[in-house]
């Protein structure tokens, strides 16, 4: 997207001047391009603080465009169980000695 923002800098809505300022009812390629120049702006510090902000509002995304930032993110839903049998034997300890019967 940077090479793409370098090369059609001089066509490119936002700015500098336009920093701030959201315009409602553009394309979701204006919100594509404004959301990659404000994630340029950002370090990893502030990255973290501004994604806290941003997630506010997952959960009243649609299921799918849910899955779909999980799947972005690396998030998965999966929990995944392993089951593993543990074979225990217990040695039968004889205290009394076995006697002998002879049955004559």
Do not use: C, H, W
Request: glycine share 2%.
């Amino acid at each position: 997207m940077d090479i793409i923002n370098d090369m059609f800098s001089d066509n490119l809505i936002y700015d500098e001047q336009d920093e701030i300022n959201m315009v409602k009812g553009e394309t979701k390629e204006y919100y594509i391009g404004k959301a990659e120049y404000i994630l340029s702006l950002l370090d990893n510090d502030n990255y973290f603080e501004f994604l806290k902000v941003f997630s506010k509002k997952f959960r009243e995304l649609d299921p799918d465009k849910q899955s779909d930032v999980k799947e972005v993110m690396g998030i998965q839903n999966k929990t995944e169980i392993i089951y593993k049998d543990k074979i225990v034997y217990k040695d039968k300890k004889n205290t009394k000695p076995k006697l002998s019967y002879d049955d004559y």
